[in-house]
């Protein structure tokens, strides 16, 4: 809880992550809807919860590179104990953006026949794994600023050839086809799905999501320093 504690209390002393996560999502409502989705913020929110989590574990990089971590290995805590805390305070704030959004979801389109209970989850579950991914991609790097450079391309190419920016109907089969292997590519397929009343396949698409986050999440944490 010590670590939760301090990790939840750095968050919410940057007026930066205030803004991004609680105050970015607000806009994403208001975005016009295409024919036969979900209006388009439903979609964009995978984009942001990119963002959100890489800036969350901007704190992990930093406390890796400054030998905190080192630090931490000669104390009586664990590195279990502090990476569990960090995400766990990760994992509850994006939980609490993605209520937000959701109920901010619910009252601008109150007279569409939507499961926000579903939609909810596919956020939820899509923050796990954007969490780990992060995770795995920070621990592919010392430096936050080289880290920072190539993640902002390489999201925003992911978030297109996955149907977050662009809708999956728009997307050629051949790229369609590439972009099932992206972790991302399964919250546009989950909303497309659950969209057209195939929840058996939004099942499908929440266990593929996790699965990610467990193969991101052993594969991360195995960097210490």
């Not at 590519?185 to 057209?196: F, T």
Request: proline fraction near 4%.
């Amino acid at each position: 809880m010590i670590i939760f504690n301090h990790a939840l209390k750095r968050i919410l002393a940057q007026p930066l992550n205030i803004f991004v996560i609680m105050i970015m999502p607000l806009p994403l409502i208001f975005i016009p809807s295409s024919d036969n989705i979900y209006p388009n913020g439903f979609y964009m929110y995978g984009l942001l919860s990119l963002f959100s989590a890489f800036l969350l574990c901007r704190s992990i990089v930093k406390e890796r590179s400054n030998k905190i971590v080192q630090r931490i290995s000669a104390a009586p805590i664990s590195y279990a104990s502090y990476l569990s805390g960090h995400l766990l305070a990760y994992v509850l704030i994006l939980t609490v953006q993605a209520i937000l959004f959701t109920l901010g979801l619910k009252l601008y389109y109150s007279d569409m026949n939507i499961n926000f209970n579903m939609i909810f989850i596919l956020f939820f579950t899509f923050n796990i794994m954007t969490i780990s991914f992060c995770l795995f991609w920070n621990s592919l790097f010392r430096s936050y600023i080289l880290s920072y450079s190539l993640f902002s391309g390489v999201a925003s190419l992911m978030a297109l050839a996955s149907g977050i920016t662009m809708p999956l109907a728009f997307l050629p089969n051949s790229i369609r086809n590439f972009s099932m292997f992206l972790p991302t590519y399964w919250l546009p397929y989950g909303l497309e799905v659950l969209y057209n009343n195939n929840t058996s396949y939004v099942l499908l698409s929440l266990i593929i999501l996790l699965i990610y986050s467990g193969v991101f999440l052993l594969i991360g944490s195995r960097r210490r320093f």
